[in-house]
């Protein structure tokens, strides 16, 4: 029998929960602890409690260890080492969202047990760290953040490298013929940078790959024939990248596609090509330099959800019924022939805008088809400024013609001394168009990935406005694809077209919310007068009003202003005035 005093009780009570506070306080090695302190400043991430233990839920080490459904997590795992000691090691560091200010830390390797590296939408600057090159990092996520120079050709030593995501950034530089090394890889996310030169030839080596963008980029050459070594690929983005085309034929043989996204292709002129037909849900070849007619296999790819032609050169007729078909965008081709009954009478979501078909339609909008400018007599790319209204609207009555036309678009009805500006609020549909006080608009497409299951095409400023007139900027009219507003019953003359723009969305701040581009066309009069408009480059800031007058123009009645084909949402505040 042993006895215990009461008061010996009390000592080994004390004993062990200290030594059982000891085991938990140094759960990690002390030199992972060591390195997540470092880690912690050059980030500026200031709220680790390094009192707490790092792979707990306490002291702001996240609450949540689950990888891919956490924003704010350090994930340990339990190894066993060859000597049949288990210890607990740092496998993931998740950090979205937060906009810290400081850089990224070189020296991750510390951490040797580190896979998933995720510091997405923060502030950070700097350039990417060579020394990650000597990791086993599986997963690289950097997205949206204020990073600078090129990707160090070291990363293609990290040979268990499967997702790279740097999109969202100001990375330059060409890309490293290195990164052909990375067997693993399986996504490859580089979109809005500002990389250059031809895509390296040692790509043809990445068979792995599943996931490849490299939109929003300033590369040079065409697109690499050796894409259709790419073999894995279920999703291949190339929206305004700077590559010319045409595109490759042996795309056809990538036959696991089923997201096909290419945009503003210069170069020699080709036509639609034939791709497979059994899995591809989004196919996008907008402004693309085609020509010729649609092909009947289009009709074929029976997944086919998301088809979007337009502004490309095709002609012929629609024969085919793209049954399967949600969303539809043929705008601005030289498409001709009658529209057919299918469309007409049970088309949804489709948009017809700016091509040849047979005049005669009394309809600007039949149901959710927009056929705006839709025939051969109205056609933006083929008649003068003189021509008149379009043929939707030659039974319109102006009850009287005016000198000139204020519109607040996106806003509400707003009165800036003697101008009256028309309110513009209506919620458009993916293919639609309205019909104001002797003004319309037509607007074309829906936006993709972004997590909204409406969509929005009226956004609200995201901060304070302090510039004059702020009541034109709290609320902007967006379009994915084409926003064109339409004046008319206006006095023969000369007019000059006012645009007035602010960048209300992209906050001022240091935070992730202000980092962001916006690009895109202005035609007036059918006209390109601006190329790659980036409203907060030409402001020099967010939230700073920019005001564009277009020279003079000579016009019997209507003006026209189109943001189109642009690879980033317009928003965009319009004014005209006559003088």
């Not at 007058?549 to 642009?566: C, D, E, F, G, V």
Request: glycine content about 8%.
């Amino acid at each position: 029998m042993i006895l215990f005093s009461a008061r010996s009780l009390f000592s080994v009570f004390v004993l062990l929960c200290a030594i059982h506070f000891a085991a938990a306080s140094t759960l990690l090695p002390d030199d992972e602890v060591d390195a997540l302190r470092e880690i912690a400043a050059t980030l500026g991430k200031k709220d680790w409690d390094f009192n707490a233990d790092p792979c707990g839920v306490e002291g702001g080490w996240g609450d949540n260890k689950v990888i891919g459904a956490t924003t704010n997590a350090v994930t340990c795992q339990n190894i066993t080492d060859a000597n049949n000691n288990t210890v607990s090691h740092v496998v993931s560091i998740v950090l979205r969202n937060q906009s810290l200010p400081g850089a990224l830390p070189p020296r991750l390797f510390r951490l040797p047990y580190l896979r998933n590296f995720d510091v997405t939408r923060n502030y950070l600057n700097g350039t990417i760290p060579k020394e990650w090159g000597s990791t086993k990092l599986v997963n690289i996520s950097v997205v949206v953040n204020r990073l600078t120079g090129p990707i160090p050709k070291e990363l293609g030593n990290i040979s268990t490298l499967q997702e790279l995501n740097v999109e969202s950034n100001q990375l330059s530089g060409h890309l490293p013929p290195d990164l052909g090394n990375l067997s693993q890889l399986i996504q490859l996310q580089i979109t809005s940078n500002n990389f250059t030169g031809e895509l390296p030839q040692t790509f043809v080596r990445l068979t792995t790959l599943q996931d490849l963008r490299l939109g929003d980029n300033q590369f040079t050459g065409r697109i690499p024939d050796f894409i259709h070594n790419l073999t894995n690929l279920s999703k291949l983005f190339i929206q305004a990248s700077g590559l010319q085309g045409p595109i490759p034929s042996g795309i056809a043989l990538l036959e696991k596609l089923s997201d096909q996204r290419i945009s503003d292709l210069n170069g020699t002129e080709s036509q639609i090509p034939r791709l497979n037909r059994s899995n591809i849900k989004t196919l996008i070849l907008r402004s693309c330099n085609l020509i010729g007619e649609l092909p009947d296999y289009l009709a074929e790819m029976t997944n086919l959800n998301i088809l979007d032609l337009s502004f490309n050169k095709l002609s012929g007729t629609i024969s085919s019924s793209f049954g399967n078909v949600n969303y539809l965008y043929l705008t601005g081709n030289q498409l001709t022939g009658a529209i057919p009954g299918w469309i007409l009478d049970s088309g949804d979501n489709v948009d017809l805008s700016y091509n040849s078909f047979t005049a005669g339609g009394s309809e600007c909008q039949n149901k959710s088809v927009n056929l705006f400018a839709g025939s051969a007599v109205d056609n933006v790319t083929l008649y003068s400024a003189s021509s008149g209204l379009v043929s939707c609207l030659k039974n319109y009555h102006c009850t009287k013609s005016q000198h000139n036309l204020f519109i607040n678009c996106g806003g509400s009805e707003v009165k800036i001394g003697d101008n009256t500006y028309n309110g513009d609020i209506a919620q458009p549909t993916p293919s639609s168009f309205f019909l104001g006080d002797n003004w319309a608009y037509s607007s074309t497409g829906h936006f993709l990935d972004d997590s909204r299951n409406i969509d929005n095409y009226i956004v609200e400023n995201a901060s304070r406005l302090s510039m004059n007139n702020a009541q034109l900027y709290m609320n902007a009219r967006c379009s994915p694809i084409s926003l064109t507003y339409y004046g008319f019953c206006l006095m023969n003359g000369h007019y000059n077209v006012s645009l007035h723009f602010a960048e209300i969305v992209f906050t001022g701040d240091k935070t992730y919310s202000s980092l962001g581009r916006r690009v895109f066309n202005i035609y007036i009069q059918g006209k390109l007068v601006l190329a790659d408009f980036n409203i907060e480059i030409h402001a020099e800031d967010s939230m700073v009003p920019l005001y564009l007058l277009s020279p003079s123009i000579l016009t019997l009645n209507p003006q026209k202003s189109r943001p189109a084909h642009q690879s980033q949402p317009a928003y965009l505040l319009a004014q005209w005035s006559g003088l």
